[in-house]
């Protein structure tokens, strides 16, 4: 997929408030309902979040999740990882088992 950046889009137009204009009435245009001249592929957008979730569950140590709790997802490998009642880190126990 071709990555356009804003300094692409200003070869094309003369300004970055005409950009902004010109922006901002096809967001308009989009949300009435036109199309977008973009084709997607969801079935491979969502494989290819799949892979990036399956990298970060087997290769990271530890994902904090806020849900307004303090919930951590902790790899099988990371043994003593704890939080403070405050929801502090302590890392003075932390290990990493191999197998």
């Not at 889009?9 to 967001?27: H, Y």
């Not at 979730?53 to 303090?70: S, T």
Request: charged share 20%; aromatic share 6%.
């Amino acid at each position: 997929m071709a990555r356009i950046t804003v300094e692409d889009c200003l070869r094309k137009v003369g300004s970055r408030f005409e950009l902004v204009v010109l922006a901002a009435g096809r967001a308009k245009l989009l949300l009435g309902g036109a199309k977008s001249g973009v084709e997607t592929d969801n079935s491979l957008s969502l494989a290819l979040y799949q892979q990036a979730e399956q990298i970060l569950v087997e290769d990271v140590a530890c994902l904090p999740l806020w849900f307004g709790k303090n919930y951590i997802l902790v790899n099988s490998h990371i043994k003593g990882y704890n939080l403070s009642p405050q929801g502090a880190v302590m890392l003075n126990s932390v290990s990493i088992e191999h197998d």
